[in-house]
């Protein structure tokens, strides 16, 4: 069997990592097994429909129950909103029952998903409907305030909105939807007409035929935003044949520990984000059970998850299993062990990663992906035995190169620009050529933009991110976005934003600021601030300096100087902090 192996290395090129796979991965998987995410989805019905599919709250759906209800919203959406092949559905919702059915009713009636940020701000909202040409939204009624003042100004022609409670058991359901609305006050008014309660949407969907439609590999499925390597958001293209391979080359890679249709997943990040999106797909084609957290900032609640559901799986990113493992009843919780932990957005802090094997008797799997990737292309192997620092080894059907600044390959052990080529490799960028171009090579390279190093063993080790980019508990910010905002308030002549390291994000904001006018202050800076970003976005140290900021000879501000003298420790905090 090995020597079979070594061969089948040798007839790939000379793949390096191959060697280092643990007996049973295959090098490769079959990406057409399925046509598309809806034959995807079909299959794992059929195969476990009294499966438990999505749990939240305490409530459950099934497998056959999830079919059901995603055919109806999908009728629901042929028939009332006239819904096309290829339009694009925003969904903007957080970790609910709603989120798969809504996501797979969009998907089985040809639609395209554009998942958004609930927490979006209204210029960061209505910038993602317009470029995505959205003509339907499907909006959790808590943020549908946002929506109503920019509803207007969007190509939207119909508004889906939903209630905390709409799939969970009676009398939950309206016990929870009360309680938001009239106790916590959690739902600020909004008046938008033509708005359509999804209950109301599902329940005329059930008496509507579905029009199948004939969904090719090449389709998009996606339109998953991201800045990219310039920090202008833009719709990277998934296709159905990009998320199909992932999640068969992620099903490989943890198919010797995870066994179909007997798993507990705890899926805590938010659906919206592509890390957390694959999860929820691979673990659906697994016929596993996915507990979704709404709120994954409760700390308690999700040590209770891991205590009571008997999860064997979870993921995560670095901030949120610190907080688990400081958390009181962590170690009853890790009682029952888990099988699989897996982590990306960020980096794990070796400190967390031994920790959490004392603590849980198994590794933290780090991987490496983006969301041009769809998104993940390299994982450590399972059976770790200690923290390496490194992002793995790519995935079944994936190639990793290390390219110099002309694109050429360099030799292993060098240093150089990471790029990966497979079929989960998007399509390129939403109606941006240029910057597709500018990524994604003739040959069907992505060039990522971060900096690694292969060894001998086709171990990939990640030495800088991309230029810039800020990490705030997984999240990427990019400072061009936060500068652009930041510049646009009164009394701001010049501004920089730069990471600043944070005992609970892993990074925060730090914004530099050049005063037009003197008598500005930091809580009128970041009132503006917060009025424009989503809450991780914004800053949460304001320095204000008395020179302008360092520039280049053509007139660029030079942010890795302001880096640099902000790691000095004479910078001020802001009288307010944000979250």
């Not at 805590?268 to 059970?289: E, K, R, S, W």
């Not at 609640?301 to 670095?318: E, P």
């Not at 810039?468 to 905002?485: A, L, M, Q, R, Y």
Request: with cysteine; proline share 6%; aromatic share 6%.
């Amino acid at each position: 069997m090995e020597q079979t192996r070594k061969q089948a290395r040798k007839q790939a090129n000379d793949k390096l990592w191959l060697d280092s796979y643990p007996a049973g991965i295959p090098f490769e998987v079959d990406v057409h097994r399925f046509a598309n995410l809806i034959d995807m989805l079909d299959a794992a019905c059929a195969r476990f429909p009294q499966h438990v599919a999505f749990s939240n709250q305490g409530s459950s759906i099934t497998y056959a129950e999830l079919d059901t209800l995603s055919r109806r919203f999908a009728g629901y959406l042929q028939h009332d909103v006239g819904l096309l092949k290829g339009e694009r559905v925003a969904i903007m919702l957080p970790n609910l029952l709603q989120y798969p059915v809504v996501l797979f009713g969009v998907l089985r009636a040809g639609g395209v998903v554009v998942n958004t940020n609930p927490l979006y701000t209204e210029r960061e909202l209505l910038y993602q409907l317009n470029d995505s040409g959205a003509s339907c939204i499907v909006v959790l009624e808590n943020f549908a305030h946002t929506l109503e003042q920019v509803v207007h100004s969007s190509a939207l022609r119909s508004v889906i909105t939903s209630q905390v409670g709409d799939l969970l058991n009676f009398p939950r359901a309206q016990l929870t939807n009360f309680v938001l609305r009239h106790v916590r006050h959690m739902v600020p008014d909004w008046h938008m007409a033509e708005a359509r309660p999804l209950p109301k949407a599902l329940h005329e969907g059930e008496h509507i035929a579905l029009r199948p439609v004939a969904l090719a590999p090449d389709d998009l499925a996606f339109l998953q935003y991201t800045g990219g390597t310039t920090g202008t958001p833009k719709g990277a293209m998934l296709s159905h044949a990009n998320l199909v391979a992932n999640v068969l080359q992620t099903s490989a890679w943890i198919g010797n520990v995870m066994q179909d249709g007997e798993e507990t997943a705890i899926l805590p990040l938010p659906l919206y984000h592509v890390f957390a999106l694959m999860g929820m797909l691979t673990f659906l084609h697994l016929g596993a059970n996915s507990v979704l957290v709404t709120d994954p900032r409760d700390t308690a609640g999700l040590v209770h998850l891991l205590r009571y559901t008997k999860a064997s799986a979870i993921i995560g990113v670095n901030t949120l299993f610190k907080a688990l493992l400081n958390a009181p009843g962590i170690a009853q919780a890790a009682a029952h062990r888990l099988k699989l932990t897996i982590a990306g957005g960020m980096a794990v802090q070796r400190v967390v990663a031994d920790k959490w094997q004392d603590v849980f008797g198994a590794p933290i799997v780090e991987g490496y992906g983006l969301t041009e990737s769809s998104p993940i292309a390299t994982a450590n192997r399972l059976d770790l035995a200690e923290y390496t620092g490194s992002i793995g080894l790519p995935l079944p059907s994936t190639e990793v190169a290390i390219l110099d600044d002309d694109g050429s390959a360099l030799a292993q052990g060098e240093v150089g620009e990471i790029a990966v080529r497979g079929p989960q490799v998007m399509r390129g960028y939403w109606k941006r050529p240029d910057d597709s171009a500018a990524v994604l090579t003739a040959d069907g390279w992505l060039r990522t933009g971060d900096i690694g190093v292969m060894d001998p063993r086709g171990y990939v080790k990640l030495l800088d991110r991309k230029k810039d980019v800020i990490i705030v508990s997984g999240f990427k910010v990019f400072p061009n976005e936060v500068e652009d905002v930041a510049v646009a308030c009164p009394g701001v002549l010049e501004a920089v934003a730069v990471g600043a390291a944070d005992e609970r994000s892993g990074e925060v904001v730090k914004l530099v600021v050049l005063r037009q006018d003197a008598t500005l202050d930091a809580d009128t800076l970041l009132a503006h601030c917060k009025r424009n970003l989503t809450g991780y976005k914004v800053p949460k140290y304001v320095v204000f300096r008395e020179q302008p900021l360092p520039k280049s000879a053509v007139g660029k501000i030079l942010r890795r100087l302001v880096q640099a003298e902000m790691n000095a420790p004479t910078a001020a905090p802001a009288p307010q902090s944000v979250a």
